[in-house]
Every structure is written in C-alpha cells, then in structure tokens.
C-alpha cells in the first residue's frame, strides 16, 4: 500500500532535550515535506526536499533541522524543542514539487 | 504573497441538505488548487486538484468547481460520514523550472452532518 509513515504519533516531551520525528514514503517521491498545524493558522511549511540531499526552508523553518540522506526517509529534528513548538506535524511526499501531495497520519508534540 | 480564505468556519447541515464549501484566493498564477478532506487526528486526504477556470470534478457526493477568483465544493445530499474538516490549497506556478511551488493553506471548513 502506498503511504506516507509518521513516528511517533504523540509524544510529550520537555524543553530543550533533542528529538527526532521520522518521515518515510514507498512511493519513491522525490519531493517531500514537513507542516506544522496550529489551530486558526492552517497548515504551514516548515522545510522541504526536492532530492536526496537537496532541503530548503519554508514559511517557519525556525528551531527545526531536517535531512534527506536517502529517498524514501525525510526526518524532523528538533535540537531544543521550546513550548511554542507545540504542535500537529505532518509529512508529506509527491512525486515532484508540482504534483498532488500525500499527507502522512500526523505526529502531536507536546513540548512542557 | 499568496492567499486563501475559506468559509464558513463551520458548517452544520441536516443529512440530505445540499450546501457549497466556498474558498476565495488570490495568487500571481495559478498552477493548481487543491481540496482535502481532513478527519480529526488524521492527515489530509487528497480530493481533487483543479487547474483552470471553468473546470469541474466529481467524486460520489461532492463536486469541485474553479473560476479565477473562487473555489466551491458542493456537497450533494451529505451523510454523517460526510462530517469532517475540508481544506483547500493553492499552488502557484513556479518561477522557473524544477523551483518549488509551496501549497498555501486556508484554515479549513468543519462540516457537520446530522442524520
């Protein structure tokens, strides 16, 4: 089945201690992406990779990292994730930046 | 910079009871829009993507429509299971070749449908 795979689903967590949220696609997308949604904002870019090895920031990409070492995983990293990043995340992939996106289940950080 | 604004906020209708989804946008060209459906907890799921004015598409209960300045998403005797939040995106055409596009999201309709 083709899918966009997301972990974990929730985490809490405290301020300022390193975490990692994975980002996998079977589809052999190049492009992918991460959001951030946040109730009365919408969703809203926070990176995105056109290729492996290839990243760029979107609308609100800061206190984020990603990476793209392979194609089929896209990893979130918060390095000293503050209370303001508290939020509903979700990874996305399509097959190039033009085409449809498919949303992964979303991941619900809570950072205290 | 690209905009998109959606109404209602919220909708509530009796099952059985047409009604349209409205989203409004401005954007310098537009590549493509894009309508989701979203249930709570769960990522968006992909509708329908429309590309110029005048086109339509369908899909069982619901049917997207694009003119240059709006969207409509018209749901056609709606079920419970119709209940959820719909999102609608634009994407602008790229500066140049292989650039990212970056989807532009409004805030979602919440549709509620009561049997």
């Known amino acids: 089945e083709a899918q966009v795979t997301q972990n974990p689903r929730y985490l809490i967590t405290v301020t300022g201690k390193k975490l990692t949220v994975t980002c996998s696609q079977n589809?052999?997308?190049?492009?992918m992406s991460w959001y951030r949604q946040d109730p009365g904002l919408g969703l809203r870019q926070i990176y995105y990779?056109?290729?492996?090895?290839?990243?760029d920031k979107g609308d609100v990409p800061e206190g984020y990292k990603v990476s793209r070492k392979e194609k089929r995983n896209f990893p979130l990293i918060l390095e000293s994730p503050s209370p303001n990043q508290t939020s509903l995340y979700f990874c996305?992939?399509?097959?190039?930046?033009?085409?449809?996106?498919?949303f992964g289940p979303g991941t619900r950080l809570t950072v205290l | 910079e690209d905009q998109v604004t959606q109404s209602p906020e919220a909708l509530r209708l009796q099952e059985g009871e047409s009604s349209s989804l409205n989203c409004s946008y401005t954007?310098?060209?537009?590549?493509?829009l894009f309508w989701y459906r979203q249930d709570p907890g769960k990522g968006p799921e992909f509708l329908f993507t429309?590309?110029?004015a005048g086109e339509e598409k369908e899909k069982e209960r619901l049917k997207a429509t694009l003119t240059k300045k709006e969207s409509f998403l018209h749901i056609t005797a709606p079920k419970p299971e119709d209940s959820a939040t719909y999102l609608c995106?634009?994407?602008?055409?790229?500066?140049?070749?292989?650039?990212?596009?970056?989807?532009?999201f409004g805030k979602g309709i919440t549709l509620s449908v009561r049997p």
């Open positions: 589809m052999n997308h190049e492009y």
């Open positions: 990779s056109m290729n492996v090895e290839v990243t």
């Open positions: 954007v310098s060209g537009l590549r493509g």
């Open positions: 995106a634009v994407q602008p055409l790229p500066l140049n070749t292989g650039a990212n596009s970056k989807l532009t």
């Open positions: 429309l590309y110029s």
């Open positions: 996305a992939s399509s097959s190039n930046p033009l085409d449809t996106q498919y």
